[in-house]
């Protein structure tokens, strides 16, 4: 599962293709949807994995960090807006 909006986005296709690479015989199906649902999902059996934003303690889950994503604020240059 993806959580949509995040960098588990670009992780989808290098992952699909390494997965393919080194264990030709499983079929990865990808889900995109919120954490809660995914979280959920994984709890009922019915999803074996999922890539989402922050890692929490859920009881029976465990979050194991993958990445830091650089996020930017953009703005006008301060100079435009007579500051």
Not at 6 to 34: C, D, M, Q, W
Not at 50 to 79: C, I, K, N, T, W
Request: aromatic content about 6%; some cysteine; glycine content about 10%.
């Amino acid at each position: 599962g993806l959580a949509p909006g995040t960098a588990a986005s670009t992780l989808s296709l290098p992952l699909l293709k390494r997965v393919r690479e080194r264990h030709p015989g499983i079929l990865l199906y990808l889900n995109e949807n919120f954490g809660t649902t995914l979280s959920e999902l994984i709890m009922n059996g019915r999803m074996d994995m999922a890539v989402l934003y922050g890692g929490r303690e859920v009881h029976g889950l465990s979050f194991v960090p993958l990445m830091r994503e650089q996020l930017y604020l953009v703005s006008a240059d301060q100079a435009r807006q007579g500051c």
